[in-house]
């Protein structure tokens, strides 16, 4: 096992894998920018490197002075957390050709997950249903009408090199579908260096549910559940939960079994997670992520596996030591993620948390870095912590989150717990009948009162 890990992040996820470093006898090294110094990161770690400015272009995602940073203190492996560098297969590549060791899938499977189409043909053969579309990328326009005809509209172009929801238009009609590809190629020409689109049947109403994976490199490979986290907004998820309110016994069956099968086909290794599409009892596959999610407490919960801990064990060549019978799933889980953010508009809201008190009790758990006196810097992503709550059943972890969030108390700047307090109100939430529009749909009704 290794004896010391570079953690390659900031915020509550480089507190989460400096917790399971230290439960498993790991020493660790933070990084930090010069704006992070007083950050909970920071403090907690055996020890610090400053690797540069404020700007995450010069610090964060500073490779060589990250790579100099496990060669002065001697650590072994890295994790990269997710954002900054996780999905970035140059960076694997760069710390593996150092002798070190990368805590993630292989750059060869972040790369080919990170290319759209290719990963949807990878993971079609592997056996996974992909949303009826092109075969591949458009080469022709006249040929990817006839292809857009025969799928029906409304169709929707997406970038090779898109995902996160950049680079997609809708075509509502025959119409609109030489523009739409136009527009969609031009832009992800200029947001990612590559016009390459491919074309989709649109899906109206569905919900965003995906299935955590663990595999090590003896192949084995089991699958954790799924997640659901169908309450976005302009594509950052607000909330997820798992199990999902609304898979039946027989599809959570299928969709882990087809998950962890394909899964295994293409060899994966580490930490990853599959995101579907679930409408009228279909799901198809949209994208695979190749980090450990921001969300992946709510699958913790209801399994009591560490998943850190067994990215950190995958990494070290250790078997996972169980099989998909072993895993069981235990109860109701929530997450709300608590943003620096005016709950109501979302702008940010940076600046000196005054008080803070964190909610406890049984089923609660809260990761984040916050601690009275601490300033939050304006340069990096509005997440400032994530209460996890778990219950026996979804009404009694509803009632408990309500009451860890009221005894949540985040003074001096603005948070989204009021807007998390409020979807508690709404019977769409309550009976868990949503999709992935009816969070923006919902915020736009409140706008105008
Ligand atoms: C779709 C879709 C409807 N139909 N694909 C958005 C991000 C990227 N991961 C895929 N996305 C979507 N793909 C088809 N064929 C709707 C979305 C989508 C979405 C997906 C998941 C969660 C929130 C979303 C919000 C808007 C659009």
Redesign the pocket.
Known sequence: MFEKILIANRGEIALRVHRACREMGIKTVAIHSEADSEAMHVRLADESVCVGPAPASQSYLNIPQIIAACEITGAQAVHPGYGFLSENARFAEIVEAHGLVFIGPTPDHIRLMGDKIAAKQAVKEAGIPV?P?SEGGIKDIDEAKKVADEIGYPV?V?AAA?????G?KVAQTAQDFREAVETASREAEAAFGDGAVYL?????Q?R?IEIQILADTHGNVVHLGERD??L?RR?Q?VLEEAPSPALNAEIRERIGRVTRDAVAAFGYRGAGTV?Y?YENGEF?F??MNTRLQVEHPVTEAITGLDLVREQIRIAAGETLGYTQEDISFNGWAIECRINAEDPETFAPSPGKVTEFHAPGGLGVRLDSGLYAGYAIPPYYDSLIGKLIVHGKTREETLLRLKRSLEEMVIGGIKTTKDLHLALLEEEAFKSGDYH??WL?IWLAGRAKG
Do not use: A, D, W
Request: net charge positive.
């Open positions: 949303v579309g929707l997406k898109g995902g996160g929801g950049r997609m989709e049947k649109y899906l109206g569905p965003h986290c169908s976005q594509h998820k995101e599409l198809y949209i994208e992935i529009r923006e």
